[in-house]
């Protein structure tokens, strides 16, 4: 994956070279990256891959909430430590 600075999206014409070029840019503010730009080829539904992307990410997030709850010994917890850990946080947030 190619890389396109922030400040080159005032360049129209290199977005769509580098586009059309690499299929694929991740866009860096001051070295840091801050979005991808996905090419859309002839046809193809920019709904449906903005869906199967944002379904990409909920997964990768469930993959690293199990992964914490794997290390940190959460997952050993008995039923009994869960409702009793829900009941204080309910306690908690009615004050």
């Known amino acids: 994956m190619d890389y396109?600075?922030?400040?080159?999206?005032?360049?129209?014409?290199?977005?769509?070279?580098?586009?059309?070029?690499?299929g694929d840019l991740m866009v860096m503010n001051n070295g840091k990256p801050m979005a991808l730009m996905l090419h859309l080829a002839e046809g193809e539904n920019p709904q449906e891959l903005l869906d199967a992307v944002q379904s990409a990410r909920a997964r990768l997030a469930l993959m690293r909430l199990r992964e914490q709850a794997r290390t940190s010994g959460v997952v050993r917890m008995r039923q009994k430590d869960i409702a009793a850990e829900i009941q204080a946080v309910r306690r908690a947030r009615r004050r």
């Open 4 to 22: 396109l600075a922030v400040k080159d999206l005032k360049a129209p014409r290199l977005v769509r070279e580098k586009l059309a070029a690499e």
